[in-house]
């Protein structure tokens, strides 16, 4: 129940004359926000992390894994399936440094007989060396429902009259997604 950030691991910086008054130390061991104030990869990296738990943090709260639930062609990869009810996350993490090409499986939390989805349809996903992603799977967006995604979720919400879902991945990648709506959704980008 508790939440908390340490600012020391958030930046860089100088300790001048410290410990000895001729001894200066840096530790800028690539922070978020480096040294000088400038922002990088590992700024973005995390920021997605906070923003996804901003929005998903209910389904993730209590979820549980769920055995055998996530299974990938490559096993160059991890992945694993946390559930909470009707919702869950699939992690997907490369663990040989190096871009992998694979499919997946993963349980449809949300069917009563646990059928299984496999992604994608056509092709191979690509995740890049040492990268990992958070998949939300079936959880209700505003005005439909993300039944699942192979790329990540950024925002979604209501802009005037409009419903909106905003995905990321890494340009020129597969990405599929499936939603339950009503009517037929707009596609851009």
């Not at 349809?121 to 690509?126: A, N, P, S």
């Not at 505003?142 to 409009?162: C, I, K, M």
Request: charged share 20%; proline share 5%.
């Amino acid at each position: 129940g508790v939440t908390s950030f340490s600012y020391y691991m958030g930046y860089g910086g100088t300790n001048f004359d410290w410990a000895a008054k001729t001894l200066t130390t840096t530790y800028d061991y690539a922070a978020p926000i480096r040294e000088p104030g400038g922002l990088w990869d590992k700024y973005y990296a995390a920021r997605g992390i906070c923003q996804f738990l901003r929005l998903h943090g209910d389904v993730l709260t209590r979820a549980q894994a769920l055995a055998g639930g996530a299974e990938s062609t490559n096993p160059s990869l991890s992945v694993t399936e946390r559930v909470n009810g009707q919702s869950a996350v699939v992690f997907v993490r490369e663990n040989a440094n190096a871009e992998q090409r694979y499919k997946m499986t993963f349980v449809d939390p949300n069917s009563p007989t646990k059928r299984r989805i496999s992604v994608p349809r056509e092709g191979e996903l690509v995740i890049g060396a040492r990268e990992m992603k958070m998949l939300a799977v079936q959880v209700p967006i505003p005005g439909s429902q993300l039944r699942y995604s192979t790329a990540e979720v950024l925002a979604h919400g209501l802009n005037l009259d409009r419903h909106f879902l905003i995905l990321y991945d890494m340009p020129g990648r597969v990405a599929e997604i499936s939603l339950a709506t009503q009517d037929e959704p707009h596609v851009e980008g």
